[in-house]
């Protein structure tokens, strides 16, 4: 039994769930873990225990959440590539890990070459090839099998496009257009050096072959859906037992050797995680230590943070950071809606952010307001916008004096807009999902929306359907509310996807005039080489649209993790937003 | 020489929430061998009360009972009242029996009819499970049930209402019992299957020797079957005579209401019936004094409105004949030709 | 009694078609796409398309009925081309999001649910009915007004909050299990200690509730059978007090409780949800809440719902039946 | 206008014998009223007897409507109501009135006398003369209850005064018959004599004209003009009162006579008498021929085969019987 909670972060961590890598934000005089200073012993049991009843997904073309790579590539499968499993800055730098190096990119990135490691091996002790490689990559392409993981080969790799967008090569199991794909990916005759050829320059193309997406998968064990049960491990330990709503055991792979891997060591000698715990239980088991050797994969329930985190005897048992995540309030900016920017500055003028940031758990545990959907965290494509935030008028429990000013500004620039704000006949719609945080965060937003004279009303949708109707709900609501993490360090998995063409629009803007100059922009800076240049047109491209006010505002939010007082190694892998798992060891 | 069962001023009360129940007040009456003793009265005059009391069948806790009731034994007399709760239970359905006015909801539903009668029979008998299903059959067959040997193993709702009386008389009387108290044992029952238990009653009165003790509402029942009569009013008995006393020389005037009240299939002409105006007394406030007095038409004629503050003491006039009335017989008599 | 037991059968196979043909309706009339729920970043309509054949989604509501039935008695091919994946009969469909045939998953599930439900079961019955029998018995005297305490408290209390401080203070704060094997299956045959400590404490906080309710139940059965003619009766033959209980009063007393507890007990063989997820058993009431908020896991969904209604259908037929063996007024009419 | 209020021509009522479950056929058919012709002329009182399944409380229903008539005619104040509905019933039922045994059961608890009375006129949307209470207060007064007493609830009144709001409802529409289905039986001896008496009034101050069920028969010589005696569905023999108890003409109406037993020790030990062996058979599977060819100590081989024929004795006596006593 347990009450759902559907936290600001939930639902990022449903809709899209990324790592970023670069410059390191830890929080200010806060509670982290510091690196291991003391030397990790090998053996014991490590124990991990979450809520849910399962992984999401094993099956390496299905992953997308950082935690899980963090946790599969540390303990099960190696990566062409991988980030250096270290504290800090230092942990967004990539790593050669099957590869022999990260990767050479020729013909302005389009082409990219890896060479594989001798002595990397499967648990069978096969070794293991660019056609293993090669095959992984294929299934991303059976789209009506796997659907959850990353998509970007579908983008990326040299093969036609059917009308309907869909790529001609339909995946292994169908085979349709097969000769396409072949001639997409090469593999030298000694099985061991693997081509890939791009159909446009992608300069960051290295960093998605740290997603397991992007690793082997041989052909023999391919068992389809079911791969995703037992996938076949490459890493120090493998897969024992693995049920889903009971427990996972991971032994020690005796084909993995140490000569192969220059980044793992592996220290416990088994690993158990349970899953299906009760939330309560689970926090009362960290909250008394209960299991000095565990760790809590989920972070505690909010209303149990503030007995961990300002409980000075456990503060080594605690971490506390920001994650990957950006949480938005998207404006619906196409006609009929909020299509004038005075309307959306007033809005985000009167809004109460104090207040509402108060009700989710503070600035300590919740978040801060940001001014960018990139977060500081991802390094250099970030930069602090003009205007909003910073702007005199904006003050953090709402000003309702200025939106008032900008609502009677906008009365002669957009009557339409203007009367369909204000008019009580009318008025603005928000859809949420009908959960209890949400209802009382409505009654802030509505009181401080009426305070600067706008009619607001809150629609409530099924909380469980929310998710699933967000395409229809996008086109009728005037706000909308979510979130989204970087898949890596490069803002080119956040302004596309999120402002542009990409997966996760919800600002409607397509039709606005302010749209054409951006998208243009946003193209060339995908394929722009030149990083400080890139990093330069995302830092305008963020500031562009702020200052269209696409998103209403913007919370940089932070997230905690706990685990026993036996657990040593623990710290916080910036990349994957998570644990760095591999250098975790139990105190003797 | 004393009759098998001696009632002596029994008194039965239920303590309720909204006051005592006073049920049966000062009762005595007394039924020999052989004999029928008939209580008569409308619902609510505690007609029942007494009889459960002699069968110990209130519960212990919510009744008080005072008083004396006397079985006479052939190994000498027990005073029910003032006996052990495991005496009389020893009695009942040995010495004294007893049966009720719906057959159907007193046989328990889910036990075979010659289980029910067996299970009687065992408790006083040495037997198989066999012998007490034989003797079940018997007791049936005595009754007047037809194939009793299959019928036994039929269940009550697969009786008629009339072979469901005549299964509760077979079980009341299987131990062979010297008392039986039949409380309205035909209301629920057709006129023409009434009369069928009524004659088997006094059959089986005659075969056995009992006394029995019927308690009914239903004076044309009393005429054709009891030998005394007890007329019961507000938890008292008004009057106690044989059944010519009470038809024929009726010494009170609620007896006599009662009489009038009945329309009679013989009478010739139709005539508007002498209804007692008002409502019986309800026994948690009985009136002060007689307590038919506010519905008695004669209560005027008694001087100094004694009616109303003593309650007239159940005198014999004679030849046995009791009545609780300050009139005098003659005077009523007079009275009553008066108004004719 | 045979025609009326094959007379019955056929009534409640037939409801059972219908039951399942509405749930079909009812998943198809929510509006939640399953195929849209389960792609992440990039759900375009050739995807959703896609997802939608993989789900069986793509073709009419009766259609997947009947492909649905057809499963049942023939097992069921999903998926195609190489990666295709066979659930034998009785297929209850295949969960895209736990790789397994319904079937499999429902049948791993099982023995949690009817451990605990037999368990609850078994303990609500002795406890609620001895407990009603002493309070109607000792009627306002200690142990009654004690026994109503009880059932204030196990009516008052609701299974998630004495759920919750069980586990929280027998098992964190008393150690008397171990919070990682909270929950853990073990065969009560081979390993009977083992299944005491999973399922004692979830069986004694779901009986709490229901034994309160039997308690007030039989105790107000036994009042009122108490005070029925027959009770009188079997006084008046002389019967003993004991005998006049055991025999005459429970036996009519208890008679409407097979029917209550019947269907509780089918109830509760759908999943109780409540306790199962506090006590961590994986049963069908958890993987139903999970396949429903969660991952909406339709064919998990559809498949836990009929087998709550089948148990329910069924287990009233049974009552029915037995009901029929208890009170001879049912039988021979 | 007809000399009858009501006429009761070959009314036949069967009910489904069912044997429970959705896909079980009736079994068979419960015989409840079987061609039973029947009169109440205007201001008679006819009284319909029987034991408990003779068919008698199913009449009065059918007469009523509160049954549909499986065949039959049912001929009230000239008009026949065989087949009227509901609606068209509305306003017969205003004339038509019906008083019920149990007088607990058919008053609603919650409402006050002055509601359960006044809802016949609310009913029928008929404003009384006077008013509404104005009426249900004199309706009050005209039964014998004190007017004061219109905002009380049923269960504030003893069992006989009970049966009188429940005659007081049924009078509020100035009916012209009253089905009255033992009226009397649920109420003790001395109140039962109040009740009859009140019926007998009102009936001389109204005219009006009663069908009274019950079984029983010294209350029916009472009150009745003429006695209808019913068995397993049938009339048995149909006689002015008189004639009937005087002089009963069926084997089965002397069996009945013969068992009442009578509040007279002196008659009650000379009379002869007739105890009926047996009970009563099963409506579903009647006897064959006469009915009663069962229980009668007259039955030859002709009474088990053929029905008899119902035979006019007198004018006014009708008896259904092979070997009628003379």
């Known amino acids: 039994m347990s009450v759902m909670k559907i936290t600001a ?50 099956d390496p073309q299905r ?17 062409l590539v991988s980030y250096k499993p270290v504290p800090g800055k230092d942990g967004a730098t990539l790593v050669a890990d099957m590869a022999t190096n990260t990767g050479v990119p020729s013909n302005k990135a389009k082409t990219w070459k890896f060479t594989l490691r001798p002595g990397v091996s499967w648990e069978d002790g096969k070794p293991v090839t660019c056609a293993d490689v090669k095959y992984g990559w294929s299934r991303t392409f059976a789209t009506d099998v796997y659907v959850e993981g990353p998509a970007y080969p579908i983008a990326w790799l040299d093969i036609p496009k059917d009308k309907d967008g869909s790529s001609a090569y339909k995946g292994p199991y169908k085979k349709t257009g097969q000769a396409l794909f072949d001639k997409s990916i090469n593999c030298s005759a000694d099985n061991r050096t693997i081509t890939f050829n791009l159909a446009r320059t992608v300069p960051d193309f290295n960093y998605y072959l740290t997603y397991l997406a992007g690793g082997p998968v041989p052909k023999a064990k391919d068992t389809g859906d079911k791969y995703d049960l037992r996938p076949m491990a490459s890493g120090p330990y493998m897969i024992k037992k693995y049920a889903i709503n009971d427990e996972m055991v991971l032994v020690r792979n005796p084909k993995w050797k140490k000569s192969s891997d220059p980044i793992r060591t592996p220290y416990p000698d088994d690993i158990v995680v349970t899953f299906g715990m009760d939330e309560d239980v689970r926090d009362q088991i960290d909250l008394e230590d209960q299991i000095p050797n565990g760790i809590n994969m989920d972070g505690l329930q909010p209303s149990n943070n503030v007995a961990f985190f300002e409980d000075p005897t456990k503060k080594n048992r605690r971490m506390n950071n920001y994650d990957p995540y950006t949480s938005y309030l998207a404006a619906n900016n196409s006609a009929g809606h909020l299509d004038c920017l005075d309307v959306r500055k007033a809005v985000f003028f009167a809004f109460d952010n104090q207040s509402l940031i108060d009700l989710s758990g503070g600035t300590t545990y919740y978040g801060e307001m940001g001014d960018n959907p990139v977060k500081p965290v991802i390094g250099m494509d970030y930069a602090p916008t003009k205007g909003n935030i910073h702007d005199p008028n904006f003050k953090i429990g709402g000003n309702p004096e200025y939106a008032k000013t900008l609502l009677e500004k906008a009365k002669t620039s957009c009557p339409d807009a203007y009367d369909r704000a204000t008019n009580p006949a009318k008025g603005l719609k928000y859809y949420r999902a009908d959960t209890a945080t949400n209802k009382k965060a409505a009654v802030l937003v509505e009181a401080a929306l009426k305070k600067a004279g706008f009619v607001i009303e809150t629609v409530y949708k099924p909380s469980g359907t929310y998710n699933a109707n967000l395409e229809t709900y996008k086109k009728e609501t005037d706000f909308l509310s979510s979130g989204w993490g970087a898949d890596w360090a490069n803002a080119s998995t956040v302004i596309p996807e999120l402002w542009g063409d990409g997966c996760c629009n919800y600002t409607q803007n397509q039709k606005t005039p302010e749209y054409a100059p951006f998208i243009k922009k946003v193209n060339l800076a995908l394929v722009e080489l030149d990083r400080k240049k890139q990093a330069k047109m995302w830092q305008e491209l963020s500031q562009y649209g702020m200052d269209q006010y696409w998103y209403i505002r913007t919370v940089f939010g932070k997230s905690q993790q706990t685990w026993g007082s036996k657990i040593g190694g623990v710290y916080y892998w910036e990349p994957q937003g998570s644990f760095g798992f591999g250098q975790i060891y139990i105190k003797p | 020489m004393s009759k098998f069962l001696e009632v002596t001023n029994l008194n039965v009360s239920f303590p309720t929430e909204d006051g005592e129940v006073r049920a049966s007040n000062e009762v005595s009456y007394s039924v020999g061998l052989g004999e029928t003793l008939a209580i008569v009265g409308e619902s609510g005059s505690g007609k029942s009360v007494s009889n459960l009391a002699v069968m110990g069948l209130h519960n212990p806790v919510r009744t008080k009972i005072t008083g004396s009731a006397v079985l006479n034994l052939a190994d000498g007399p027990v005073d029910v ?112 299957v009434q009369s069928q238990i009524l004659q088997l009653l006094k059959d089986l009165q005659k075969e056995f020797n009992m006394a029995i003790i019927l308690i009914t509402h239903d004076l044309g029942v009393v005429a054709e079957v009891a030998d005394r009569i007890c007329v019961m009013y507000g938890g008292r008995i008004v009057e106690d005579g044989t059944v010519d006393d009470i038809f024929y020389r009726p010494e009170h005037p609620y007896t006599l209401g009662l009489l009038n009240s009945v329309p009679r299939i013989t009478a010739g002409e139709s005539h508007r019936l002498r209804a007692i105006p008002g409502q019986p007394p309800s026994l948690i406030s009985l009136p002060s004094g007689c307590a038919f007095q506010p519905r008695c038409e004669y209560s005027t004629k008694v001087s100094s409105g004694a009616c109303a503050s003593t309650v007239p003491s159940l005198s014999d006039k004679g030849s046995g004949h009791l009545s609780r009335c300050h009139l005098d017989a003659a005077d009523l008599n007079n009275l009553v030709k008066d108004k004719a | 009694m045979l025609t009326f037991v094959a007379r019955r059968l056929a009534y409640t196979i037939i409801l059972l078609a219908i039951v399942s043909l509405t749930i079909f309706f009812i998943f198809d009339l929510i509006p939640v796409d399953p195929a849209r729920l389960v792609c992440s970043k990039q759900c375009t309509p050739s995807l959703v398309e896609a997802n939608r054949h993989r789900l069986g989604l793509d073709v009419s509501v009766l ?123 073990h065969n009560p045959f081979t390993e009977p200690l083992g299944w005491l400590q999973t399922f004692f404490f979830p069986c004694a906080t779901l009986a709490l509730a229901y034994a309160a309710t039997y308690t007030r139940f039989t105790r107000s059965n036994v009042i009122e059978t108490s005070s029925e003619d027959f009770i009188r009766t079997a006084r008046a033959k002389g019967l003993t007090e004991k005998v006049i209980l055991r025999k005459h009063t429970l036996r009519a007393a208890l008679a409407p409780i097979v029917t209550i507890a019947g269907l509780d007990f089918a109830g509760l063989l759908g999943g109780a949800i409540i306790t199962e997820g506090i006590f961590g058993l994986n049963g069908l009431g958890r993987l139903s809440i999970k396949a429903v908020t969660q991952t909406y896991d339709l064919p998990i969904i559809v498949a836990t719902t009929l087998i709550a209604s089948a148990f329910v259908l069924i287990m009233n037929l049974i009552v029915d039946i037995a009901y029929a063996f208890i009170d001879p007024r049912v039988r021979t009419s | 206008m007809t000399e009858n209020i009501l006429e009761l021509n070959n009314l036949t009522k069967f009910f489904p014998a069912k044997a429970g479950g959705i896909f079980s056929r009736a079994k068979g058919e419960v015989r409840a009223v079987d061609g039973v012709n029947l009169t109440v002329g205007r201001g008679e009182t006819v009284g319909l007897v029987g034991e408990s399944g003779c068919g008698k409380t199913t009449v009065g229903r059918t007469v009523m409507k509160l049954y549909e008539p499986t065949s039959g005619q049912i001929v009230f104040d000239g008009q026949d109501i065989t087949n009227l509905d509901r609606k068209e019933m509305k306003p017969i039922r205003s004339k038509m009135q019906m008083i019920f045994q149990d007088p607990f059961s058919s008053l609603n608890p919650r409402h006050t006398v002055g509601t359960i009375i006044s809802s016949s006129f609310t009913i029928h949307d008929i404003e009384p003369e006077g008013g509404v209470e104005h009426a249900v207060r004199e309706l009050l007064t005209l039964v014998g209850l004190n007017p004061e007493h219109i905002n009380r609830f049923p269960h504030e009144f003893s069992g006989g005064q009970r049966q009188r709001i429940g005659i007081a409802r049924s009078l509020a529409l100035k009916p012209k018959l009253i089905v009255a289905d033992e009226p009397v039986s649920a109420l003790d001896v001395s109140i039962q004599a109040q009740v009859v008496n009140l019926l007998d009034d009102l009936q001389k101050e109204f005219g009006l004209s009663y069908l009274f069920v019950a079984h029983d028969l010294s209350i029916v010589q ?68 006469c009915v009663f060819n069962t229980r009668c100590w007259k039955a030859q081989d002709i009474c088990r085969s053929v029905v008899p024929e119902t035979i006019q004795i007198s004018p006014l006596q009708t008896v259904a019987c092979h070997f009628p006593e003379v």
Not at chain 1, 63 to 79: H, K, P, Q, V, W
Not at chain 2, 165 to 181: E, G
Not at chain 3, 124 to 129: F, K, P, R, T, Y
């Open chain 1, 9 to 58: 972060r939930r639902l990022i961590a449903t809709t899209s769930v990324a790592a970023l890598a670069a410059s390191v934000v830890l929080v200010g005089g806060m509670n982290s873990a510091s690196a291991a200073t003391a030397k990790p012993v090998t053996g014991g049991t490590l124990n991990y225990y979450t809520h849910a009843e399962q992984f999401p997904n094993l």
């Open chain 1, 63 to 79: 992953i997308y959440t950082g935690r899980d790579i963090a946790f599969l590539s540390s303990y099960l499968m190696r990566t």
């Open chain 2, 81 to 192: 009242i003032s006996a052990s709760a495991d005496t009389v239970r020893r009695l009942r359905g040995k010495s004294m029996s007893m049966i009720f006015q719906d057959p159907m909801s007193a046989l328990h539903p889910f036990f075979t009819i010659g289980d029910q009668i067996a299970e009687a029979w065992h408790l006083y008998n040495k037997g198989s499970k066999k012998d007490g299903i034989k003797k079940a059959t018997e007791m049936l067959d005595l009754v007047g049930i037809p194939d009793a040997a299959s019928r036994a193993h039929d269940y009550p709702h697969q009786f008629s209402g009339g072979m469901r009386q005549r299964a509760m008389i077979a079980m009341a009387l299987v131990n062979n019992p010297s008392l039986l108290i039949a409380d309205e044992p035909t209301t629920a029952l057709d006129v023409t």
């Open chain 3, 63 to 185: 259609e997947q009925w009947w492909r649905f039935i057809v499963g049942l008695f023939a097992g069921r091919t999903f998926g195609e081309e190489g990666i295709a994946i066979t659930c034998a009969a009785p297929a209850l469909g295949y969960s895209f999001s736990r790789h397994e045939c319904v079937t499999t998953i429902v049948a791993e599930a099982f023995p949690f649910t009817l451990s605990l439900a037999l368990g609850a079961f078994v303990l609500w019955l002795s406890v609620g009915i001895s407990l009603g029998v002493l309070s109607a018995r000792k009627k306002g005297k200690f142990a009654d007004r004690a026994a109503s305490v009880f059932v204030l408290v196990g009516t008052s209390l609701p299974t998630f909050i004495t759920g919750i401080l069980v586990v929280l203070f027998i098992v964190l704060q008393f150690n008397l299990v171990n919070p990682l094997e909270l929950g853990n299956w």
């Open chain 4, 222 to 289: 009472h009150i009745s003009d003429r006695v209808v005696v019913m068995y397993l569905g049938k009339v048995m023999e149909m006689a002015p009162t008189r004639e009937l108890f005087a002089n009963p003409r069926h084997p089965y109406t002397k069996a009945l006579l013969s068992a009442v037993p009578v509040a007279d020790p002196k008659i009650g030990r000379s009379r002869e008498r007739i105890i009926l062996q047996g009970d009563l058979p099963s409506p579903v599977n009647p006897p064959s021929g």
